[in-house]
C-alpha cells in the first residue's frame, strides 16, 4: 500500500500545534509498527516528512543532503522503536534524530573542512559564491546567513527552530532535550547575538550607515 | 551601558517579537528611561525581522514523498528478534554476575575465619599427649565445657578450685530456696 497515494484520515494535522493533535493515531501507528507493519511506519513518514525535512534544509541548504538526512533519520527512528518511550509523543522524539543527526553531519563537515582547509579550501566553503549579478534582496539575503553562521552553534539550532521554524519553547525544549529555561535564556543570547554580528558586518560595509542607525 | 541595562537587554531579546505596550512594566520602564535600551531593541527587532524576511521562506519544500525510496531502503524486518536476544543476553549475565558476587561474599568470610578471629589464633589441632597420659572415655555427656577437645584427666579435673556460681538474675534468696 502506497500511503502516499492513499492517506487514511487519521493524517490530517491540525493547524494548531506544530506536530498537530494525532498524538493518539500516532501512538497506533506505531504499535502497528512494533508488530512489524511497514505501512504503518509509512504513514507516519508522510506525516513528518514535510516538516522534517524542512528543519533539516534549514540547517544544510541543500536539497540532496535534505533528503539523504531526512531518510537517514526516518531509518534511525525505524530501528529504535523499540527504544522510544510510548507514553511521550513520536514528534520531538524523531525531530531530535534528525536535528542531532543534521548537527552530527555538519561538525563532521567542518572538521573535514578544517582539515581540507590546507588543500586550499576556502574558509566560507558551504555558502555560495555570492555573484554580482544577484539581485539585492539575494545579496542581503547571502549577508543573513553568513551573519547566521558565525553565531555558535547551541545558539543557532535554537534561533533557527524557535523565530524560522517557529517551533515553541516546549517543543525545542523537547527536541533538543534540554530545560525550557535553557532554551529561552539560549534564544535571548541567539537573538543578541545576531544583533550584535549583523550590526558589526554592517559597520563594516557601510561605515556611514551604521553611524545613522 | 549599567548593570541592569545588560540584565534588561537580555530580558527585552525575549519579546522581541511582540508589541512594546505589552513588555513587563520594569521593561517598559527602563525604555521609558534608557535611550540606548531602547535603541537597542529597536535593533533587536530590526535584525529579527530582516532574518525572518530574509530566511523565513528560504526553505523550499520537499516535492516528492520520500516514502517510496525510503521503503526500499528499510530493512525487510526489524532487529526485534536480535534486541530481544540481546535484552536475554544481559538479563543471564547480570544475573549470573549477582550470583557470583553473592557466592563470593559467602566464601569470603568462611575462608577468613581462622586468622580474623583474635580468639584463635593459630589453627586448632590436637595436643600431643602427655606423660602418663590416660586415655578417658570420650563420653559426650561428659560436663567438660570443651567436651570432646577436654584432654585433662579427671584427676586433673578435681584439682581444680571449685568455679564460682553465677549470681543468678533472681538474686540469692530465689537460689537458697
Known sequence: MNPQSSPSSETTTSESGVYGTTTVSDAILLEECRLGQRASFGKLVVRYEKRLWKVVYRFVRDRELADDLTQESFLRAYERLDQFDPSRRFGPWLFRIGVNLTLDYLRKRKRRGWMAMFSEMSHEKGIDPIDPQHEESDDIKQEVRIVLDEIPEKYRTVLILRDLENFSTTEISAILDRKEATIRWRLAEARQLFQKHWYKRLAQQFPQESIRG | ?177
Open chain 2, 1 to 177: 551601558m549599567t548593570c541592569q541595562c545588560s540584565n534588561l537587554r537580555h530580558e527585552l531579546a525575549h519579546y522581541v517579537g511582540q508589541d512594546e505596550r505589552t513588555l513587563p512594566e520594569n521593561l517598559r520602564r527602563q525604555m521609558s528611561v534608557c535611550p540606548e535600551c531602547r535603541h537597542y531593541f529597536k535593533q533587536l527587532k530590526t535584525s529579527m525581522t530582516l532574518l525572518q524576511d530574509h530566511l523565513g521562506d528560504d526553505a523550499s519544500h520537499l516535492e516528492a514523498s520520500l516514502w517510496p525510496t525510503l521503503s526500499k531502503r528499510m530493512p525487510g524486518k526489524r532487529r526485534v528478534a536480535r534486541r530481544r536476544f540481546a535484552d536475554r543476553a544481559s538479563l543471564v549475565i547480570s544475573s549470573s554476575a549477582i550470583v557470583l558476587a553473592g557466592l563470593a561474599l559467602f566464601m569470603v568470610p568462611m575462608g577468613e575465619l581462622p586468622q580474623s578471629n583474635p580468639m584463635i589464633s593459630h589453627p586448632v589441632s590436637f595436643p600431643s599427649q602427655p606423660i602418663g597420659f590416660q586415655p578417658r572415655s570420650m563420653d559426650p555427656l561428659s560436663t567438660s565445657p570443651l567436651g570432646f577437645f577436654d584432654t585433662r584427666s579427671q584427676e586433673d579435673v578435681r584439682r581444680l578450685p571449685p568455679k564460682p556460681q553465677p549470681e543468678s538474675i533472681f538474686g540469692r534468696a530465689y537460689e537458697s530456696r
